[in-house]
């Protein structure tokens, strides 16, 4: 019997000793009743037989291969997919769930073996194509599996840093209390306040990270807006709150434009902190604020020190990356610093924005140079 018309002939068998099987293998399933067990099993075998009659090319061989069937669906609601969140909510891993798809298809074929003596020339093809089918719908369970995963982790961040908001103004507003009314202990107080703005700022990155995981774009709020003064209040907040000195601002051109006040304080605090933690110690931070362009002010933010290694270079911008940092200065904690998401938010403000952030770095110099267009696109 061919081994598509033998999975179907005997699905209910199949899928017993499966279970049976996979109860040994998994730890995850130890304590599943059969029902949880068995899950999408029945339709994932239904469409591995139905594949395996279709007619096959060469290029759809090799696609399947690679896990990228040409005929597969992109829907929710396949069965490998929807079989992967199941097992994911179900609290197994990733590897968990492939040693399950390793056992559907040792007892398939130990089944079919078992149930004929007899070889025929198309049984290796058959075994080809089963493989291949198979393959797919781990490549499939796989994708799905990794997504989900990944959005609980998302989801989890999100209300992580939402819930600490609470307590931490709480904190905050004691501190400023205690400031007013406990003159005496000026000193540990104001260290409670740069700790709860540093903490604040890591929260706001870590908020903006999620959102823009978990498909949300970033919302932006336009309004009129003078940059040298702005640039000023932000650089002056910085340095009261860092007790960073050296921070250099230079203007030139037309500073109007209509952009997102929050957002660009967001932007440049995180490049600001950013030059601070792995900058020269000591060393001025340069700001400078272009405004000769019609059309756009170009905001750069300069540093000396050792360059961004080549390596980090091209993905500085990608969230969870981050170049490591000699001493431990409490500026370490500033901007998403330690989660590797301030230069990450900066992108994303300025892609909000239509504009664009870019950075070089030589023995000399660091430089992040930040391109806002002076209104929004239409």
């Known amino acids: 019997m061919r081994l598509s018309e033998f999975i179907i002939s005997n699905l209910d068998l199949i899928l017993v000793d499966w279970v049976a099987f996979a109860r040994n293998q998994v730890p995850a399933a130890a304590d599943m009743d059969e029902a949880a067990l068995l899950d999408h099993g029945k339709l994932i075998l239904q469409k591995i037989a139905a594949d395996m009659r279709r007619p096959e090319g060469e290029a759809e061989r090799q ?19 929807s079989h992967a969140r199941q097992r994911e909510r179900q609290g197994f891993d990733v590897e968990e769930l492939v040693s ?4 559907l298809r040792a007892t398939i074929l130990r089944l079919w073996s078992a149930a004929s003596s007899d ?8 075994v080809i194509r089963f493989n291949e089918a198979m393959d797919q719908a781990v490549a499939e369970s796989l994708t799905a599996f990794v997504a989900e995963v990944t959005k609980t982790r998302d989801l989890f961040l999100g209300m992580l840093g939402h819930d600490l908001r609470g307590p931490l103004s709480t904190i905050g507003n004691c501190a400023a209390l205690m400031q007013r009314t406990r003159p005496e202990e000026a000193r540990p107080t ?20 999620t959102r823009h995981r978990l498909g949300g774009e970033l919302p932006i709020d336009r309004s009129a807006l003078e940059l040298d003064q702005f640039a000023q209040d932000t650089l002056d907040e910085i340095s009261a709150i860092n007790n960073a000195s050296g921070l250099e601002l230079e203007t030139r051109g037309d500073m109007r434009g209509e952009w997102d006040s929050r957002r660009l304080h967001q932007a440049l605090s995180n490049l600001v902190f950013n030059a601070l933690k792995y900058g020269l110690p000591g060393a001025p931070i340069h700001i400078v604020l272009n405004g000769v362009h019609p059309h756009e002010v170009v905001l750069t933010v300069q540093n000396s020190g050792k360059p961004i290694p080549a390596d980090l270079l091209a993905n500085i911008f990608d969230p969870l990356v981050r170049a490591s940092s000699e001493g431990n200065s409490e500026l370490s904690q500033a901007a998403g610093a330690n989660l590797g998401l301030g ?12 504009g664009s952030i870019a ?15 002076r209104t929004g696109r239409p």
């Open 359 to 373: 950075v070089t770095s030589d023995d000399s110099v660091t430089r992040f140079e930040l391109r806002l267009p």
């Open 190 to 209: 104001a260290m409670i306040v740069r700790s709860v703005a540093q903490m604040k700022a890591l929260l706001d990155d870590l908020g903006e990270y």
């Open 100 to 103: 399950e798809y390793r056992a």
């Open 343 to 354: 230069l990450y938010v900066v992108r994303q403000i300025a892609i909000a924005h239509g």
């Open 63 to 81: 696609a399947k291969s690679e896990g990228n069937s040409l005929h597969a669906s992109t829907s929710s609601s396949v069965p490998s997919r």
């Open 119 to 126: 070889v025929q020339v198309d049984d290796l093809a058959d």
